[in-house]
């Protein structure tokens, strides 16, 4: 494995600085979550899933720092990488979906807060605001690398290679090629002749 490591990339504007952000605003609501002894109209499940996007938006961030998207490979003729950049968009896509739903259960619990304690309003409010803000990072992330895909499609996303400040992609073998020269009914060539000889 060829793994390099790149402090600079939490830092670099866009993608690096909106990876980050994943992170910090993740670890915010967790927070946020935390200081609510109780739960209105299924947050539980936010939280839940909320875990799930944050362990991940983590080890995204520490794979794209030691370079993971990268071709790991030490030969040049064997491509291995991980396709974060297709994990990201999958991830990002469905994130925004729950983050939505999680705006739309604190904006409901906001009456039911006001009547308990001000600490559950104060964190409703707060809660709201930074499922606001995740929604914007994981969509506005997720459309960036559809954006720069090849041909705006989403097969294309998995040759993507995301460096921080830019986006490069990398050269995958051509399934239909590779399918055809496999192909088991194919006749082999050969350049011997072979006469029938009779006594």
Known sequence: ?????NKKFPFLVPYGALQTAKVIFSITLLIIFGCMNKYYNGLDVIETMLWC???FSIVSLIGHIFN???NLSETSDVICYIPFALLDFAIGIFASIVYTLGIVLFLKSLSHAYKDSTKLFISCIFGTINCLILVIIYSYYSYQLYKKSPNQTIYGIRSMIVEGDDIKHINLPNIESISVSFNPTTKPT???VFTNTTS
């Open 1 to 5: 494995m060829n793994l390099k490591l």
């Open 53 to 55: 996007f944050s362990i």
């Open 68 to 70: 993971g998207q990268q």
């Open 190 to 192: 050969s350049d011997r």
